[in-house]
């Protein structure tokens, strides 16, 4: 049995957490992934003057150590984690990881930040629920 965890590193990220362990078993996978949504105007290294190119690795790689970070906080209590961080859009790339991982259920965080909010930009959590082929569940915001 597998879990897809979604992080956004967002004040929303330690409820996740805290309910991944209550449902992790010695048998399950838990997957953590951080999705990159790439920016319009910069795609790839290889673009852009070579400051951009900088600041976006440093990006990426404070993404990585952000989420091994959490990662080796489960795996101290005996879990079996792995780390994906991966660039595309967020509700794609959140389905396109849970089906080749053959994830058995999707932990999302949800901000809370209302209907009007997701009525004009959109809820990754509203996304991924309306095309998952899996149970998704989401985790309501706590105030930091």
């Not at 990220?13 to 319009?40: C, F, N, S, Y």
């Not at 089906?99 to 509203?126: C, N, Q, Y």
């Amino acid at each position: 049995m597998s879990l897809l965890v979604s992080i956004d590193f967002s004040f929303v990220t330690e409820a996740q957490l805290d309910i991944v362990e209550r449902l992790a078993g010695p048998k399950r996978e838990i997957h953590l992934l951080h999705v990159t949504e790439p920016d319009p105007s910069f795609v790839g290294l290889a673009a852009g003057p070579e400051d951009v190119q900088q600041q976006v690795a440093k990006e990426l790689e404070r993404a990585h150590d952000q989420l091994e970070a959490l990662a080796d906080r489960l795996r101290e209590k005996g879990l079996a984690v792995d780390t994906r961080l991966v660039p595309g859009p967020t509700v794609q790339t959140i389905l396109e990881q849970a089906e080749k991982l053959d994830a058995d259920i999707i932990v999302m965080g949800s901000h809370g930040r209302g209907k009007l909010f997701d009525l004009v930009v959109g809820s990754v959590s509203a996304g991924v629920i309306r095309k998952s082929p899996v149970p998704v569940l989401v985790v309501p915001a706590r105030e930091p």
